[in-house]
């Protein structure tokens, strides 16, 4: 089993540029969690999916911010245009929901915006 | 909303002590989860208790949940160099599927 795949681990970008970061949740599971986690903030929730459809996205803090998921084995997070203060590291997590819910994470992509 | 907040911030003791981390939270749930992030690493689920259990044994790891108090706490027995992590606990935000974590308990064992 793989785990949760991220991509890439690393993007340093500059203020303006358009930000694609993507996930693979581990097969079969049907929820996926985008976060974000920074020192000041701790790690927040984003967006949620169940079975490929948005269920909360309260957390994206604006318009920049997008994300989808096309299919049962890809999701991506958008952010255009970028900011120094999107500088964070991006977790993406999966569960397969059955009342209890352990989610599993991925490596994260550490986003430096300069 | 914050749900979970760890106490203390962060914790150094000496390899073979044991740990005690503790997480109090508002809102009544059904479950409590404690994870691990090594740094640089994604989060790893632990150990889930549900609000019907008093205590969970996983290992070296032990965890009790007082819903009365709001409060769980996770105890680490005999530490070893390699427990030092951040640890966070989370709890599903009402019916949902969403965990909120806390901010965390920095520890540190050294050898």
């Known amino acids: 089993d793989a785990g949760v795949i991220q991509s890439p681990r690393h993007e340093v970008t500059e203020m303006g540029q358009e930000v694609t970061l993507r996930c693979k949740p581990i097969?079969?599971?049907?929820?996926l969690f985008w976060y974000r986690q920074t020192m000041m903030r701790g790690l927040e929730l984003l967006i949620y999916f169940n079975n490929n459809v948005p269920i909360d996205d309260s957390g994206m803090p604006e318009d920049r911010f997008s994300a989808k998921m096309p299919n049962a084995s890809f999701s991506t997070l958008k952010i255009q245009p970028s900011e120094p203060r999107d500088s964070a590291v991006y977790f993406c997590?999966?569960?397969?929901?059955?009342?209890?819910?352990?989610?599993?994470f991925g490596p994260g992509t550490r986003l430096t915006v300069l | 909303s914050q749900q979970g907040e760890e106490d203390p911030q962060a914790l150094s003791i000496q390899e073979g002590e044991n740990a005690t981390m503790n997480c109090s939270y508002k809102t009544s749930i059904n479950n409590l989860q404690w994870y691990r992030q090594n740094s640089g690493r994604g989060l790893v689920h632990l150990i889930l208790i549900r609000s019907n259990e008093r205590e969970k044994h996983s290992g070296r790891l032990r965890v009790t949940l007082d819903t009365s108090k709001k409060s769980s706490s996770l105890l680490i027995t005999a530490s070893r160099a390699a427990d030092t992590a951040s640890y966070f606990c989370a709890t599903p935000q009402g019916g949902s599927e969403k965990l909120v974590f806390g901010k965390g308990t920095k520890l540190t064992v050294n050898p």
């Open positions: 997590a999966s569960s397969l929901y059955q009342g209890d819910n352990e989610q599993f």
């Open positions: 097969s079969g599971h049907n929820s």
